[in-house]
């Protein structure tokens, strides 16, 4: 879809979806107690969500193109370290940098070099293999291609992935939130999430629907938002 | 081959750093406040311990609190009296060194050893220049038998027959057999084999006063259990009753840690035992087939369907169908889904509801990589599904190995990931780090499966390379 819509209606559209549901959340949290753990609980997920993808970007993006482009030992170092974080499921190195970090901001960062490693490497693929396919491409060192040719040309064709992978960020946050909570790994005076709401044995229907609403929705804004800058 | 041979090597290199950051991770959370520490090992540093502690700095120790007196000596009259004769190379020859009230307070707190011994009755040695002649008497007759060479052959001995004058001769060294007398347990085969762990524990069981017997009617199982019971004992305490000197203080300085009694558990096989006194090894077997079951599925449905998706999508000339289509994969690939699901779904609906959840998840995950990979359009989804392989290879298994774990604990589903988080909430290092590593290695297979069905293009020099 979103090659359908320009780039100014597509933020003004992840705006208005997120205005929404702030509107909503602030309207329902007197409400209850539930809905308005669920209220703070969204201030969380899009606070949250907005800094692992801005911490996750400021990793990704050097790491990345070094890795692809640049000296060898980038490249080996970002696979070892990939092999290493993503040989276990997030929940438990989640679930384990929660009860480490005495701060849900050092937590949030955590995630977000978590994730930006993640995106780091889909960035190097995604760069190789245009770098593979282009017939007039011949193997440079980051060294010697001029560097804005290489953001114009490489990187801006190569963001797609991590584009969408930084599109579930939300999602991905609220889902380990709720498995570590599901999974009794949440410490005990952690600030209030979606976590409870969702992972609790016996959930309310509202605001869990709501809370499930609300990521799907969020991940559906910033998906639609996210557009590499010359897709066709 | 050669390749072969760099990828094996990797992965394994990778295990073993996966095993160290795991180790780390669960020793990380059990520190937490709040929790109580399960494991034996807590007390020892996890990956380097500077000081290691043996018999010697122990009975030294002890040797000099009993020596100063007050409450502090107390403790230390309990130590060494466990510690037994162990303790007696370092604290014997020592005692001439002390002024004579502090040489009979240590001389008098030996007396308990001396009984276990079997060399004095407390009568004897009631006064305190009485048990200090005592001592002094005794190393310079029995100093010769504290030989590691010497108490050797007295093992092996009694480990071939049972003559009771070989057992008197090991219980008149006490503890400072141990070593031997645990190294001479061996594997139990045979019913010779549980003779021989009769004989050898009745006199482990006299010099550490632990009650673990043998019986008399003991069948080849029930023999391998005591066995299991003394390793386990001298996993614990055996720096205790251990000299550390040269290059055993160097080996100390990483086997005295918490990962290195975990790795020696591991090398005994069974990747060593659970809080609940089974197999680890065997908890991998039984969750394994769950967790492949749903990664399988997961993988075998969910990949394909993602392809199909994408390819409808593609189609699809109206606006509205293809907007719908994005929104439903975007939505569907918030794993939290599997959450809201539950309040609708049974318990008896647990395994089919996993599945289900497991594969629209992966479809809906994999469309949307593959939507935004192959913008141009020029490239058939097949096709780009297996161009993008190795980037969804390393992104794909953390994410759905954590999809595994949701609904495994959720739908109380006995796989992997379930006794994975339940054993790193209880503490069960063993069973955490044999649930993860095999997680672990699911994760690290399917990350080089995907790597190696990348198509590579036979000319390009940047594709060799990388």
């Given at each position: 879809m979103n090659e359908l819509l320009s780039a100014k209606r597509r933020l003004a559209w992840a705006a208005v979806a997120a205005a929404l549901l702030v509107a909503i959340a602030s309207a329902l949290a007197p409400r209850s107690p539930e809905l308005h753990a669920y209220a703070r609980g969204l201030a969380f997920a899009v606070l949250a969500g907005l800094s692992i993808m801005g911490v996750a970007f400021v990793v990704a993006l050097p790491l990345g193109a070094l890795a692809a482009s640049g000296p060898r030992v980038f490249d080996w170092a970002l696979r070892f370290l990939c092999d290493l974080v993503g040989s276990l499921p997030t929940v438990f190195v989640a679930a384990v940098f929660w009860a480490g970090t005495s701060s849900t901001l050092r937590f949030v960062c955590a995630l977000g070099l978590l994730r930006g490693l993640e995106q780091a490497w889909l960035l190097r693929c995604e760069i190789v293999r245009l770098e593979a396919e282009d017939p007039e491409s011949v193997p440079h060192g980051l060294g010697r291609t001029p560097l804005v040719a290489f953001l114009r040309r490489r990187m801006s064709a190569a963001l797609g992935p991590l584009f969408v992978s930084a599109s579930f960020s939300v999602a991905w946050l609220t889902a380990l939130d709720a498995a570590v909570t599901q999974a009794g790994l949440r410490p005990p005076h952690a600030q209030p999430t979606w976590g409870p709401l969702l992972?609790?044995?016996?959930?309310?229907p509202l605001p869990a629907l709501l809370a499930a609403s609300s990521v799907a929705w969020l991940t559906v804004a910033l998906h639609a938002l996210f557009r590499p800058p010359n897709a066709a | 081959m050669r390749a072969a041979i760099r990828r094996l090597f990797g992965i394994a290199l990778t295990l073993i750093a996966v095993s160290v950051g795991m180790f780390w991770a669960c020793a990380s959370f059990a520190r937490r406040a709040g929790n109580r520490p399960a494991s034996p090992f807590a007390t020892l540093p996890v990956f380097f311990n500077p000081r290691p502690v043996g018999v010697r700095e122990l009975s030294t120790s002890a040797l000099h609190a009993i020596a100063r007196g007050g409450e502090p000596a107390a403790a230390a009259q309990i130590s060494l009296a466990r510690l037994g004769g162990a303790a007696l190379p370092y604290v014997l020859p020592a005692?001439?060194?002390?002024?004579p009230r502090s040489r009979e307070r240590v001389a008098l707190s030996l007396t308990k050893v001396a009984v276990r011994m079997e060399v004095a009755t407390p009568e004897e040695l009631s006064d305190g220049a009485q048990a200090v002649l005592f001592w002094t008497r005794f190393w310079q007759d029995r100093?010769?038998?504290?030989?590691a060479a010497s108490v050797r052959h007295l093992t092996s001995r009694l480990a071939e027959r049972s003559i009771a004058l070989r057992r008197e001769d090991l219980i008149h060294v006490d503890t400072f057999a141990l070593p031997e007398l645990i190294a001479a347990l061996g594997r139990v085969d045979s019913l010779d084999d549980v003779a021989r762990i009769q004989r050898l524990s009745s006199v482990l069981t006299h010099v550490t006063?632990?009650?673990v017997a043998c019986p008399a009617n003991a069948s080849v199982a029930d023999a391998r259990e005591v066995v299991d019971t003394w390793r386990a004992f001298w996993d614990l305490h055996g720096s205790e009753y251990s000299a550390l000197d040269g290059p055993r203080r160097l080996a100390a300085t990483f086997v005295e840690t918490q990962y290195g009694k975990w790795l020696a558990a591991v090398l005994r096989g069974g990747l060593g035992r659970t809080q609940s006194g089974t197999q680890a090894l065997d908890l991998v077997t039984q969750g394994l087939a769950t967790t492949s079951f749903l990664l399988f599925v997961g993988l075998g449905v969910g990949f394909p369907l993602g392809v199909a998706w994408i390819r409808f999508e593609r189609q699809r000339r109206k606006f509205a169908t293809r907007v719908a289509s994005a929104v439903a994969g975007t939505a569907l690939a918030a794993i939290p889904c599997a959450t809201f699901v539950r309040c609708f779904a049974?318990?008896?609906?647990g395994l089919s509801t996993a599945i289900c959840l497991v594969t629209i998840t992966t479809a809906a995950w994999v469309s949307r990589h593959l939507a935004r990979s192959t913008m141009s359009q020029s490239v058939s989804p097949i096709a780009a599904a297996f161009s993008v392989s190795a980037p969804l290879g390393a992104t794909y298994p953390p994410f759905v190995l954590s999809a595994i774990v949701l609904v495994e604990v959720i739908y109380q589903l006995p796989g992997l990931g379930r006794t994975a988080a339940l054993s790193l909430v209880s503490g069960d290092v063993n069973a955490w780090m044999a649930a993860s590593l095999a997680l672990a290695s699911a994760s690290l297979l399917l990350r080089h499966a995907a790597d190696l069905v990348r198509p590579r293009p036979a000319s390009s020099a940047i594709g060799s390379r990388r």
């Open positions: 992972g609790a044995p016996q959930p309310s | 005692l001439d060194s002390l002024e100093a010769i038998d504290f030989r006063e632990l009650p049974g318990r008896s609906a």
